[in-house]
């Protein structure tokens, strides 16, 4: 299940930490799976499990519990919102509510044409940009409003 580019990748980052410990990097060899496959199904993470050496249970443990594992299919965009306490307070739940209706679909959702899915996130250590949201985990966006909503979907359409 995991090409030997994958691999490659994978132990890069076993390489970091001590030879008989490579279950340590269990949570970047998860990210390169799901970069490879989009999400982590069971037999995917059961590969991860094989090639770190480890209980695919201690697999499964990990990629339920992070919120930026998929552990179904999802769209194209991926926007997890962070609805903690700061992100509320500066309006998070405005723009959760915005996102829905533009969208059409709700948390843990996929809209019908592939697109998008939708999140809930819990602290992205940007409280200071409140409220902030991550497209595809990698890029951040900060002090959202229903303006800067519209603009991003837009843009992601484009």
């Known amino acids: 299940m995991l090409s030997a580019q994958s691999k490659q990748q994978i132990d890069r980052e076993i390489a970091k930490y001590p030879a008989d410990q490579k279950q340590s990097a269990v949570m970047s060899a998860l990210r ?3 970069e490879e496959h ?8 059961n590969s991860v499990a094989e090639y770190l050496g480890m209980p695919a249970i201690a697999v499964y443990e990990v990629a339920t519990f992070y919120e930026m594992y998929n552990l179904k299919p999802m769209g194209r965009h ?13 309006g998070a739940t405005r723009v959760c509510e915005h996102l829905k209706a533009q969208l059409g679909i709700g948390f843990n959702e996929v809209t019908a044409d592939g697109e998008f899915s939708l999140k809930e996130g819990q602290c992205f250590g940007a409280c200071g ?19 800067k909503v519209d603009a991003l979907l837009k843009e992601l359409k484009s």
């Open 32 to 34: 390169i799976a799901q």
């Open 38 to 45: 989009g999400w982590l199904s069971q037999p995917v993470m």
């Open 78 to 90: 991926k926007i997890t919102l962070c609805t903690n306490l700061p992100c509320a307070l500066s």
């Open 129 to 147: 940009d409140a409220p902030v949201l991550l497209v595809n985990n990698h890029h951040m966006h900060s002090f959202m409003d229903e303006e």
